[in-house]
């Protein structure tokens, strides 16, 4: 596996995660791009960190609604099991995998 597609799929992770924090399980693209950099040291444009919602909202494990030029990343169900560990997501790393994402 590639160092790109681990890092990939560790913010996935992350990002579930991090919605899951959430009083509304929700946070814009802007303001996981900043938790990503501060967190993890991915260092990565908003528009990457789009894609990423984009693959998860692919596995619906995240819902996206668009608001102005950001977009919006809800948890979805299938996203908590992940988080869960019931059910597998792939490309997204097992929250077993690491302690503390």
Request: charged residues 30%; proline residues 3%; without cysteine.
């Amino acid at each position: 596996m590639t160092m790109e597609k681990l890092m990939e799929q560790e913010a996935r992770l992350a990002i579930l995660k991090e919605l899951a924090k959430e009083d509304n399980r929700a946070m814009s693209s802007a303001r996981m791009q900043v938790y990503l950099l501060t967190r993890l040291l991915i260092d990565k444009p908003r528009e990457w960190v789009e894609q990423q919602f984009i693959y998860l909202r692919d596995m619906d494990a995240i819902t996206i609604v668009q608001a102005d030029s950001v977009k919006i990343a809800r948890l979805a169900d299938r996203g908590e099991y992940h988080l869960q560990g019931l059910i597998s997501i792939p490309g997204v790393l097992r929250p077993s995998a690491r302690s503390e994402v």
